[in-house]
């Protein structure tokens, strides 16, 4: 008797606990840019249902990643979503570095998340539609893709987020499939110096920029150093921003612990 009346309380708490939580979505939009459907997920949390608007950031995944990347190995994405009341809108980038491609015509990914990915999540979710209650943050690539599109299109967010970002892309000329969207590094110096955070800052007005940008990155990274160039750099021209340094290397059990001081940092900054 003790044992059923036992059962019959866990199953009610599980039960209750499945339906006040954070649910998956996964829809396709088709994008003119891309010339092809693009798959999104997205984490709605149990407020969603009450409220009238919520904040929305947008996470891009790393290189041979996808949208699902997020939801399957951040242990605590979903509690934290539901925990801070907001939407998480996970990307699928590819292998294109979120750039508009130079080379790679068809490849038009900062057009796709800027002019359409945006208004299209604005129009079917109830989200607040000014730029300073949205937010971007990703790793690796994504943190690379994060940076580049906040400070080339600043007035649609109040929140950058970079984890383990790759922050400096000069370095690596065979690695991540970076020739197929820049072009062979030897011929396209420029060009890659035209897409790499480190270097296309010098060129920003940052007095114009207001989001809050949060960097970090793991002391055992492979982009540690080029983390630590970005930082100096934006230290020495005066803009503000947090820089975080923990001990750490590329990889999830990292980022489990990174992804939600950036969803809380972004909670911060825009309410």
């Known amino acids: 008797m003790f044992n059923k009346i036992l059962f019959q ?6 039960l209750a606990f499945n339906c006040f939580a954070a649910k998956v979505e996964e829809i396709k939009i088709n994008s003119v840019y891309l010339g092809k459907e ?4 997205i984490v709605i949390p149990d407020a969603y249902s009450v409220s009238d608007s919520l904040p929305v950031i947008f996470l891009l995944h790393g290189y041979s990643g996808d949208n699902n990347n997020y939801v399957k190995n951040i242990k605590e994405l ?7 009341k907001i939407i998480v809108v996970c990307v699928n980038g590819e292998n294109a570095w979120y750039m508009d491609s130079p080379v790679k015509k068809e490849s038009r990914y900062e057009s796709y998340i800027i002019k359409e990915l945006i208004p299209f999540i604005s129009d079917k979710y109830k989200v607040y539609r000014s730029g300073n209650k949205r937010g971007i943050a990703g790793l690796s690539m994504g943190g690379f893709g994060a940076v580049s599109l906040g400070f080339k299109n600043p007035s649609y967010f109040g929140y950058v987020g970079s984890t383990s970002g790759g922050m400096d892309i000069l370095p690596f000329p065979g690695n991540w499939e970076l020739n197929k969207v820049l072009g062979d590094q030897k011929d396209n110096m420029q060009q890659w110096k035209t897409y790499s955070p480190l270097y296309f800052i010098d060129n920003i007005d940052m007095k114009k920029i207001k989001f809050k940008l949060v960097l970090d990155c ?13 930082d100096t750099k934006l230290t020495k021209s005066g803009f503000a921003h947090e820089y975080l ?19 809380n940092k972004f909670c911060e900054a825009v309410r």
């Open 78 to 84: 979903l509690s934290t979503v539901d925990a801070l």
């Open 245 to 263: 340094i923990a001990e750490g290397v590329h990889n999830w059990e990292y980022w489990n612990k990174t992804i939600p001081v950036h969803l």
């Open 218 to 230: 793991g002391k055992g990274d492979f982009f540690f150093e080029a983390n630590n160039q970005f």
């Open 9 to 14: 309380l866990l199953f009610s708490v599980l």
């Open 38 to 41: 693009s798959p999104l997920t």
